[in-house]
Nanobody, 124 residues
Framework: QVQVVESGGGQVQPGGSLKLSCAAS????????MGWYRQGPGKERDLVAG???????NYADSAKGRFSISRGNATNTVYLQMSSLKPEDTAVYYC??????????????????WGQGTQVTVSS
């Protein structure tokens, strides 16, 4: 099993910055993808940014130019630096730890592990 824990949420004024942290522990794998998702009130959970073990990143259009995802020296940690925050960024942010692998028949499978979420509120 893998445990995922986020930290760093809080309330910030529009235009401000916030940094989220996430660490996975337990049965850690060497090749993984980690990412941040968010879910606003009455909305679905959407990808904000992701990063592979090789350091390849992808961002939602709403995050490009304002957010930056990075992995720590330990491959099981990930950070999300958020700048120029807007009220519409208000949401619960979830960290995802994903292990992609193939079974004995060569089929691609993924195990997803989620943190409990951390609230980010952008308000004046």
């Amino acid at each position: 099993q893998v445990q995922v824990v986020e930290s760093g949420g809080g309330q910030v004024q529009p235009g401000g910055s916030l940094k989220l942290s996430c660490a996975a522990s337990g049965n850690i794998f060497s090749i993984t993808t980690m990412g941040w998702y968010r879910q606003g009130p009455g909305k679905e959970r959407d990808l904000v940014a992701g990063i592979t073990s090789a350091g390849i990143t992808n961002y939602a259009d709403s995050a490009k130019g304002r957010f930056s995802i990075s992995r720590g020296n330990a491959t099981n940690t990930v950070y999300l630096q958020m700048s120029s925050l807007k009220p519409e960024d208000t949401a619960v942010y979830y960290c995802n730890y994903a292990h992609d692998y193939r079974d004995y028949q060569g089929r691609s499978l993924r195990d997803d592990y989620w943190g409990q979420g951390t609230q980010v509120t952008v308000s004046s």
